[in-house]
């Protein structure tokens, strides 16, 4: 067996080559978690809001907190 059959390991650019393959997946999962959260958390609290919006009447609910003796300085 000679020398000239054996490969020669690659010493250069190792560090390089894990690098751009962790970035690359990192940059894709976080892309996918920021979709789901947009998508599942968000979005559905956005729409929470303004339902209830929608119909919030404040001096309504002033009025009860008022009564419920919450504002000391409103009587």
Do not use: C, W
């Not at 209830?52 to 609910?61: A, I, L, P, V």
Request: proline fraction near 3%; hydrophobic fraction near 45%.
């Amino acid at each position: 067996m000679t020398s000239s059959a054996l490969m020669k390991p690659q010493m250069g650019g190792l560090l390089a080559k894990r690098l751009r393959f962790h970035i690359v997946g990192a940059f894709a999962v976080s892309l996918r978690v920021a979709a789901f959260y947009k998508f599942a958390v968000a979005e559905p609290r956005k729409k929470a809001y303004a339902d209830f919006y929608r119909n919030y009447d404040s001096m309504k609910g002033f009025e009860e907190m008022k009564k419920a003796g919450i504002f000391q300085s409103a009587k």
